[in-house]
């Protein structure tokens, strides 16, 4: 069962009852979860909503990478393909590829990390997004993976 | 990880929740909060390091100081008893660098030396080597084992210190050491004033479990415990060489001696007769073709991060290769040193930095170090 070592909630969306993220412990790393996105397995996180596709990079990432100084982001119009190496975050330790996790139109990128680029460190599901992408595919959502199956990946790495 | 030897003071680290890393067959605290903090801890206040994984040796016997003659750079005999020789380079040789070092003269036939990391077992054995090969009485001793290595650095490193060591070691004059002194109520074997971060500061070799509670004293004092990540932010932005990286043995991947600049007296070009010397002089001879210079990325491009192995290229021509890069806290921008064509190596000029996805950046060729000190 991938929910075996799942720890306490640190969240609770306001009036539900509903646990939207919770913390999971990989290796030495206390990684945050959060139920309502998608993932991939070279660690981006997927929130749609219609047509539109939020992507950024998950908290097991930003914790692998530490200190992020910069990303570069593409530009609004590209098209791109899932799979596409499409952005970089960089972090003193190393540059992280960041893939398209579907193929579609870009249609907005996160300007505010250009100057701010620790906001992923800081909020990787919320501030530290990185782009959106208007989504032409819209089967390729069934080759992400859910919550459950995302912390499955990261422990085998681990 | 499972084949690295964890430093002896792991556990106070894992309290302080370091993450670790290997680094030349250790296991060592690479950061602990974060290597930003870390870093500006350092350069406006203090951190301690453990460098438990870097090599303790000590050479004795009546023919010491001619041995070490032989195999370095400097003039060793002009180094004051209870100093550090300042640094100097072991070559092969190719006049290519073995490693960096000091020798701390405790007197002419006792000197201590620090080799880094990677080579401490390839120096022991290459001093023993040359010993015998030259007919010369001395006898090296691996101290690695027997203490542990802590490294106390920044512009506060004093105010610190004086809360737990007597004038006998806070007083200290740039490079010198003193033995046996007595830190936080227990005994060390060395405290010496010197450091890799280009901040003032006192590096002390002690029996594990008395250097455990010196540093935990440190870290009750309010001094950060700073991971080995930071030391290599430290050094890059001062310009300070690390093997594997701007030199190493081979004389295929790395420039001669020279080509490295390493300054601060490390060669004495008067001296003769050391490994290394014909090669280096037909080096001095015939001129460098590569020279390591230090730059910064241009404001445009401050958060494109400069790596090892990246090309630097001017008109779109290759003209060079990055040795080290990273992204200094201080000047919140990419920067890093390399070796450049020296046809290139104009200061203030710009050159691109690419990296291996083909992005570029600019960068400015800068002398060292590239903070302003």
């Avoid at chain 2, 390399?338 to 190596?345: L, Q």
Wanted: charged residues 30%; hydrophobic residues 40%.
């Amino acid at each position: 069962m991938a929910n075996a070592n799942i720890g306490p909630a640190t969240e609770y969306t306001c009036g539900a009852s509903l646990m939207a993220r919770y913390e999971v412990k990989v290796g030495s790393l206390t990684v945050v979860i959060d139920d309502e996105l998608l993932y991939t397995e070279s660690d981006e996180w997927i929130s749609v909503d219609g047509d539109t596709a939020t992507v950024g990079i998950t908290d097991y990432a930003q914790k692998k990478l530490k200190d992020i100084v910069g990303v570069e982001l593409p530009e609004p119009g590209d098209h791109v393909s899932r799979g596409d190496s499409v952005a970089v975050v960089e972090s003193i330790k190393a540059a992280a590829d960041v893939y398209a996790p579907l193929t579609g139109e870009i249609t907005e990128v996160n300007e505010e990390l250009y100057d701010a680029p620790e906001l992923i460190n800081q909020d990787p599901y919320g501030k530290g997004w990185l782009f959106k992408i208007k989504m032409e595919k819209k089967g390729e959502l069934d080759n992400l993976l859910n919550h459950e199956e995302y912390v499955e990946k990261i422990k085998k790495e681990s | 990880m499972s084949q690295a030897r964890p430093v002896p003071l792991k556990n106070i680290h894992e309290e302080l929740s370091a993450s670790f890393g290997e680094f030349a067959g250790w296991e060592v605290p690479m950061m602990y909060t974060s290597t930003i903090e870390e870093h500006l801890a350092v350069r406006k206040d203090a951190g301690v390091f453990d460098i438990s994984h870097m090599g303790r040796v000590i050479v004795r016997g009546s023919d010491a100081l001619e041995l070490l003659e032989r195999l370095y750079t400097k003039k060793i005999s002009k180094t004051k008893p209870m100093f550090m020789s300042g640094p100097t380079l072991a070559l092969n040789e190719y006049a290519r660098v073995k490693d960096d070092e000091m020798l701390y003269r405790v007197s002419d036939e006792e000197w201590l030396f620090v080799p880094n990391a990677a080579v401490t077992k390839t120096m022991i054995s290459y001093l023993e080597s040359k010993a015998k090969e030259y007919g010369l009485r001395v006898e090296v001793e691996d101290l690695t084992d027997k203490y542990a290595m802590l490294a106390l650095q920044g512009p506060n490193a004093v105010e610190y210190l004086s809360k737990i060591a007597g004038r006998e070691v806070v007083d200290l004059k740039p490079l010198e050491f003193i033995l046996g002194a007595s830190i936080a109520g227990v005994d060390t074997f060395l405290v010496s004033r010197s450091g890799w971060t280009g901040e003032d500061g006192f590096e002390i070799w002690a029996e594990p479990s008395k250097a455990g509670k010196i540093l935990r004293e440190l870290v009750g004092l309010g001094v950060k415990p700073v991971g080995i990540a930071a030391r290599d932010t430290l050094r890059i932005e001062m310009g300070f060489v690390l093997g594997g990286h701007e030199y190493g043995e081979d004389p295929m991947k790395y420039p001669c001696a020279l080509s490295l600049r390493y300054g601060l007296g490390a060669i004495d070009w008067d001296k003769t007769g050391f490994v290394g010397e014909p090669a280096l002089r037909a080096c001095r001879k015939e001129g460098v073709r590569w020279i390591r210079i230090g730059f910064v990325m241009k404001k445009k491009h401050a958060r494109f991060i400069p790596r090892e192995s990246y090309r630097i290229t001017v008109e779109g021509i290759d003209v060079g290769w990055v040795t080290s890069g990273t992204y200094s806290p201080i000047r919140k921008r990419g920067l890093g040193m390399g070796y450049i064509d020296v046809r290139y190596a104009i200061i203030d000029e710009p050159i691109t930095i690419v990296d291996h996805r083909g992005r570029e950046g600019v960068a400015k060729i800068q002398e060292f170090p590239l903070i302003h000190k």
